[in-house]
C-alpha cells in the first residue's frame, strides 16, 4: 500500500471546507467513510462501530441525495429538521450526524492514545478512549456489548504494521488527529448552540 492507511483521509479533508469556511456535507462523508477500512483491521472489536458509522453515513448520505443543493452543508440537515421539530428524533439526520461525531471522538482518541502512550496494549487504549468520549452517552446494553468487543482488539503491535504500509505511520495518525478534531468541534459547537449536543442512545 502507498503511504499508510491514513493517506486517503489526510487528502480528503483538504476538501471538508467551503471558500467560504462552512464544512460540505460529501467530503465530510467521504472522510468518514474513509476511516472504514482502518476499522476493519481492528477486526471483531470494531464491528460495531463500523456498522453505526457506515449505518449514520448511510442515512445522511440518503437525505443529501434527496436534494444535494440543499443539503450541500453538513449542518443544512439540522437546520431543516430544527424548522420542522423533528430533530430528536431516534430516525432523524441530526441523530445520525450526532452519533458519527462522536464514533469519530472516539477514534480520534484512541488514535491519540496510541500515539502518546506507547507502552499501553490495543484493548487499554480503547477502554480509555472509550471511556473518555462515547460511554457517558450509552445506555448500559450498548456499553455492555462495547465492553466485550473491546476485549477482542487485535495485538498493537500487528495493527500498527498493518496500517503502516510505505509511509510514516506515526505523523499519518498525528495528523490525522490534528487536523479532523477541529471539525468534530465545530458540529459539536453547532448542535450545543441549538440543544442538540445531549441525546443519549436510546
Known sequence: MEGTVFSPCLEGMNHIRSDREELLT?????????????????GAAMTVVKSDIGGNISRLESKYSSNSSRFNYLFSFIQAE??????????SCT?????????????????????????????????????????????????SSFTVAIKLAPDRKKFIEVIGGTGDINADM????????????EIHKF?????LDNMKAS
Open 82 to 91: 430544527v424548522e420542522t421539530k423533528t430533530a430528536k428524533s431516534s430516525s
Open 95 to 143: 441523530n445520525a450526524l450526532l452519533w458519527l461525531t462522536r464514533a469519530m471522538d472516539f477514534l480520534v482518541e484512541l488514535f491519540h492514545n496510541l500515539l502518546q502512550h506507547q507502552d499501553w496494549t490495543m484493548t487499554h487504549a480503547c477502554t480509555d478512549s472509550y471511556s473518555k468520549t462515547l460511554k457517558k452517552w450509552h445506555n448500559w446494553l450498548a456499553s
Open 191 to 195: 448542535l450545543t448552540s441549538v440543544g
Open 174 to 185: 498525528e495528523k490525522f488527529c490534528t487536523c479532523f478534531s477541529p471539525f468534530l468541534e
Open 26 to 42: 460529501k467530503p465530510f462523508l467521504d472522510v468518514c467513510k474513509l476511516i472504514l477500512p482502518i476499522l476493519d483491521k481492528f
